[in-house]
């Protein structure tokens, strides 16, 4: 499988394209693009539709990056994850304040999490969503404090619903239904699927 791009900041899509045996090179945005923008919710979207055009929309922002760099073509690979309480999307958390507000909602109750994955070859795009529903144990107030607190790489800033499946938070995961590669950020089998066609 020849070498392809991944559109992410993500360290964990790098680790699960690496279990993969994927090569890949970063192609992250540049300093004057507002990566961020991209994430903006809309009024009554559905968690689904949200991430899968959040998706689409930093893999258009990719592939014209590619294109204004004047790279070698490759494939393009962006992926996005959001957690969602119902149809309220739990974002990434501004601050530990923050963390601990989404931490007590999913405290004691199931939850979705859904990933988006596209592939872009040329004009040729290709993407998947896959949803798992996630069970957590209630959490103790000083649980929540303590998880919020953490400073770790698997701790809970910059993780949608302010949690990490593959850090310490695990230990509060009563139940997983669907793939735990996908609650991490890269379903490796939609992925792989992709891949191969």
């Known amino acids: 499988m020849r070498s392809i791009y991944l559109a992410s900041q993500s360290p964990r899509r790098r680790q699960l394209l690496d279990q993969l045996g994927v090569a890949h090179e970063l192609l992250l945005p540049e300093p004057h693009e507002d990566a961020e923008a991209l994430e903006a919710t809309r009024a009554g979207e559905a968690p689904s539709d949200y991430?899968?055009?959040?998706?689409?929309?930093?893999?258009?922002?990719?592939?014209?990056?590619?294109?204004?760099?004047g790279l070698p073509q490759r494939r393009v690979l962006c992926a996005d994850t959001t957690v969602a309480l119902g149809h309220q999307i739990l974002g990434k958390p501004a601050d530990a304040q923050e963390a601990v507000a989404?931490?007590?909602?999913?405290?004691?109750?199931?939850?979705?999490?859904?990933?988006?994955?596209?592939?872009?070859?040329?004009?040729?795009?290709?993407?998947?969503?896959?949803?798992?529903?996630?069970?957590?144990?209630?959490?103790?107030?000083?649980?929540?404090?303590?998880?919020?607190?953490?400073?770790?790489?698997?701790?809970?800033?910059?993780?949608?619903?302010?949690?990490?499946?593959?850090?310490?938070?695990?230990?509060?995961?009563?139940?997983?239904?669907?793939?735990?590669?996908?609650?991490?950020?890269?379903?490796?089998?939609?992925?792989?699927?992709?891949?191969?066609?």
């Open 102 to 197: 989404m931490l007590q909602q999913l405290s004691g109750r199931m939850h979705e999490v859904h990933t988006a994955v596209a592939v872009a070859d040329g004009s040729d795009v290709r993407a998947a969503l896959c949803r798992s529903r996630v069970w957590v144990a209630e959490l103790s107030e000083a649980a929540i404090a303590d998880y919020a607190a953490c400073t770790e790489a698997d701790g809970p800033m910059g993780k949608a619903g302010a949690y990490a499946v593959q850090g310490r938070f695990a230990a509060w995961i009563a139940r997983i239904d669907g793939s735990y590669t996908g609650i991490m950020g890269l379903p490796l089998f939609e992925t792989a699927t992709l891949l191969r066609d």
């Open 51 to 69: 991430v899968q055009r959040v998706t689409r929309a930093k893999l258009d922002a990719a592939c014209e990056r590619l294109r204004r760099l």
